[in-house]
């Protein structure tokens, strides 16, 4: 309960909690009403309202994808990616990401460095149409954390969630059934992989298996880096930013439409 249009899950092992995002209203709206939950892995809530817009200091529009490096919480946030301290909630600064239209999804690699998306959208009179704006950056942790452009490119077709390895970045697009791959600068890796339905949102890795969720499809569908991917769990409901509860070996699925999160074991 409490869950407002839920658009990622983040497991924190640390603590052993789910982190959720709801956005609360229009995922294009600077409303500042959107909010991070705090769950117990038995669906319990620890903290309904973790960090909430317009409250004790803190923006937080339409919060989409969450991720943590170095004690800090990153949240991705229409043209933005917000800083928070882990344990306090406090607002520790932001980043803009200037031109960026839909900043969508974050992932902290092994050395601290945060991979954004901008997904490339905007309102349309028939809900989003594209903006160009599509890219994928890179943040540098510090006291003044530091933005880097890596790819801008339409090519990407609205990229949402992003994933990176020790040398490669994995990039699903939300307007399409691609998975890009690029190095660590952001030049392309071999062949476009192409997955049964499109809509893509959310990527996970569980060994060298990926699990990529899919609105099209109302699924999330499996395979390797190379493909070929299949659909695994079937008739899911607006499937958004999907994380990973490694201790227990579960896809978490944010059901953005249904104000929802359900888990699905992968043992």
Same mark, same amino acid.
């Given at each position: 309960?409490?869950?407002?249009?839920?658009?990622?899950?983040?497991?924190?092992?640390?603590?052993?909690?789910?982190?959720?995002?709801?956005?609360?209203?229009?995922?294009?709206?600077?409303?500042?009403?959107?909010?991070?939950?705090?769950?117990?892995?038995?669906?319990?809530?620890?903290?309904?309202?973790?960090?909430?817009?317009?409250?004790?200091?803190?923006?937080?529009?339409?919060?989409?994808?969450?991720?943590?490096?170095?004690?800090?919480?990153?949240?991705?946030?229409?043209?933005?990616?917000?800083?928070?301290?882990?344990?306090?909630?406090?607002?520790?600064?932001?980043?803009?990401?200037?031109?960026?239209?839909?900043?969508?999804?974050?992932?902290?690699?092994?050395?601290?460095?945060?991979?954004?998306?901008?997904?490339?959208?905007?309102?349309?009179? =028939?809900?989003?149409?594209?903006?160009?704006?599509?890219?994928?950056?890179?943040?540098?942790?510090?006291?003044?954390?530091?933005?880097?452009?890596?790819?801008?490119?339409?090519?990407?077709?609205?990229?949402?969630?992003?994933?990176?390895?020790?040398?490669?970045?994995?990039?699903?697009?939300?307007?399409?059934? =691609?998975?890009?791959?690029?190095?660590?600068?952001?030049?392309?890796?071999?062949?476009?992989?192409?997955?049964?339905?499109?809509?893509?949102?959310?990527?996970?890795?569980?060994?060298?298996?990926?699990?990529?969720?899919?609105?099209?499809?109302?699924?999330?569908?499996?395979?390797?880096?190379?493909?070929?991917?299949?659909?695994?769990?079937?008739?899911?409901?607006?499937?958004?930013?999907?994380?990973?509860?490694?201790?227990?070996?579960?896809?978490?699925?944010?059901?953005?439409?249904?104000?929802?999160?359900?888990?699905?074991?992968?043992?």
């Amino acid at each position: 309960e409490g869950l407002s249009t839920p658009e990622s899950v983040l497991y924190d092992a640390e603590t052993d909690t789910y982190l959720v995002s709801s956005i609360n209203g229009s995922p294009l709206a600077k409303d500042n009403n959107g909010y991070i939950s705090e769950l117990s892995p038995d669906g319990k809530v620890v903290a309904a309202k973790l960090i909430e817009g317009g409250q004790k200091g803190v923006t937080l529009n339409a919060p989409k994808g969450l991720t943590i490096s170095q004690g800090v919480l990153y949240v991705a946030d229409l043209d933005t990616v917000r800083l928070f301290d882990r344990k306090t909630g406090t607002a520790k600064g932001e980043v803009k990401v200037a031109g960026a239209t839909f900043v969508n999804d974050v992932f902290a690699a092994a050395d601290g460095k945060v991979y954004v998306t901008d997904s490339g959208l905007k309102a349309g009179k =028939e809900g989003f149409e594209p903006s160009g704006t599509d890219g994928v950056y890179v943040i540098e942790p510090g006291k003044k954390p530091k933005l880097k452009t890596l790819l801008k490119s339409k090519d990407l077709n609205r990229p949402n969630g992003i994933l990176a390895t020790a040398d490669t970045l994995y990039v699903v697009s939300y307007g399409a059934n =691609e998975l890009h791959a690029l190095d660590l600068t952001g030049k392309k890796k071999g062949d476009v992989v192409k997955l049964p339905k499109g809509g893509l949102d959310g990527i996970v890795l569980v060994g060298d298996t990926f699990f990529i969720s899919s609105w099209e499809g109302k699924s999330v569908s499996s395979g390797k880096a190379a493909g070929p991917f299949t659909e695994v769990f079937t008739g899911l409901e607006s499937p958004a930013d999907i994380g990973f509860d490694s201790k227990r070996s579960r896809l978490l699925v944010p059901h953005f439409m249904g104000t929802t999160v359900a888990a699905w074991d992968v043992k």
